[in-house]
Nanobody, 125 residues
Framework: QVQLVESGGGLVQAGGSLRLSCAAS????????MGWFRQAPGKEREFVAA????????NYADSVKGRFTISGDNAKNTVYLQMSSLKPEDTALYYC??????????????????WGQGTQVTVSS
């Protein structure tokens, strides 16, 4: 089992920045990819970004390219999401996820076996 705990969410004005963190514990050696997804009220959970822990390759949703950066610290079993130039439409509950079956940083939620509880990001206009 893998446990994921997100932190760093909060309220920020449009144009501002936030950094989310996700700390993993448990069978962390089984994690090949860590990713971020988000879900706004009344909407489906959507992909944000992912990173391969072995190769460092990344994948981003088009809506966040150039504004968000995903990075990881394997020694700390932690992944980060640096969010800049935030927009009101970025408001959502942000979830950390871990994939164990492949090193490909997939954008499909069903490829991820483990999920955190989420951290709320609210961007005011």
């Amino acid at each position: 089992q893998v446990q994921l705990v997100e932190s760093g969410g909060g309220l920020v004005q449009a144009g501002g920045s936030l950094r989310l963190s996700c700390a993993a514990s448990g069978r962390t050696f089984s994690m090949h990819v860590m990713g971020w997804f988000r879900q706004a009220p009344g909407k489906e959970r959507e992909f944000v970004a992912a990173i391969s822990r072995i190769y460092g390759s990344t994948n981003y949703a088009d809506s966040v390219k150039g504004r968000f950066t995903i990075s990881g610290d394997n020694a700390k079993n932690t992944v980060y999401l640096q969010m800049s130039s935030l927009k009101p439409e970025d408001t959502a509950l942000y979830y950390c996820a871990a994939r164990t079956d492949s090193s490909r940083p997939s954008n499909m939620r069903y490829d991820y076996a483990y999920w955190g509880q989420g951290t709320q990001v609210t961007v005011s206009s």
